[in-house]
């Protein structure tokens, strides 16, 4: 493993020591929260006491998130230098207030910008409350699965030829599935034209461990990262990260900050912001030793699954495996798996995606078991697409952010949705990339498609009741 060198200071828990301080101090809380460490908690609820006591507030000597001076700001300095960032925060609302933040900080009312069509939709929900406007590319899939990829390159030049002056590029990276694509190249052309990339990297807080894992595009000169320390690191369910990439200008940091402060609680969560320093403490301290551990726990795994029958999938990122058996849905799959007590992150249509754990070498494993699954004899695995999805590479919406909000809402038939404009995302799975977006005028081409897929009985969302289209009505 091609790690970075850790300095020693990294060993370090200020929040974790702050408060159990505290802990020893106060013998009497007459202040919020209401439950007064746990004090009218009955016994019942017994194992939630001890992270009772962790939930305080800002009193004394625990210092304050939106404007730290002691031990939140060391302990988010920790996390900055381990990261490598300009700067880096601890947000208590997910990568959701992160994408929220960094691209409402990053652009400015109208600005256009270029987002891959296949974001998550906090994305889309900065974009709207940002009133951007954007120019949506399309990503590439993959061919075993359709599941989505990145923005290739070709694409985004001939975008750049359109749109010359686009201010930010905003990309997940990498995908829920685990898989990457050459970001870099994105970045380095980008930042040559003056365009701002932000990097929702929500499912990659733990690629700073380095090799094996695909590089970070923080460490691949993005210039604002959001990441969801919950999904991959050992931190609690809400727990994100925001870093400020390293030549990114201040002025850029203040603005993102800004917004931090107008989104976040004015009450963070310390049990929250605790787990995110253990999160970064647990990193600064992995070791070779322990990335056996992990891949060993891994594979191990991945083992039962193959004896059981299933067919594996190894995605870029170590942590994550698909498994899929032939004749069965992903869904169905999942149920049969869900019966023995193991529960996967997600389906598609032909899979179940597995999230493995980061392990330290001591971690003690609870024993493996042995994994029955019924072949089915039937097809039960909806079938793709044969034709690609017929998505333009890059497109504009037709409605504006500013004019769908005084617009209303109407249901239509989807066979007579030809020319509206929708009010909600039409997006069929697999890939999962909306193959109508709100604001996009409806083509024939695109109802002839859902239909396509209805047919096949695969999952359309966006619909109501799987066959009317909900439309912008413009004449009101
Ligand atoms: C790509 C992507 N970005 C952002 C988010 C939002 O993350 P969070 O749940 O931490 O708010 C998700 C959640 O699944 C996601 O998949």
New binding site residues.
Partial sequence: MDRKKVDSEQHRRPLFDGLNQHKKKEKVSFHVPGHKNGMNWDETWSSFQSALSFDQTEVTGLDYLHDPEGILKESQELLSKFYGSKKSYYLI?????G?LAMIMGATNKGDQVFVDRG??Q??IHALELAELRPVFLTPDWTEMDQAPLGVNIKNLKEAFEHYPAVKALIV?YPT?DGMVYPIEELIEYARERKCLVLV?E??GPHLTLGDPFPTSALDLGADAVVQ?A??MLPSLT?T?YLHIGNQSSDALKNKIEHYLHIFQSSSPSYPLMVSLEYARYFLADFTKQDLIATLKYRDLWKKQFKKAGLTIFQSDDPLKVKVSLINQSGEELAGQLEEQGVFGEKTDGTSVLLTFPLLKKETKITELFSIHITQSVKNEVPKKMKTPLLIAPFVELDLSYERQTSSTNKQISLAEAEGKIAARNITPYPPGIPLVLKGERIKVEQIKQINHYLDQNMRVTGLENQKEVVFFSEND
């Fill in positions: 609302n997910g990568s959701t207030v994408n974001c998550h906090s994305v997940t829920y929702d929500a499912h969801s919950h999904k809400q994100a």
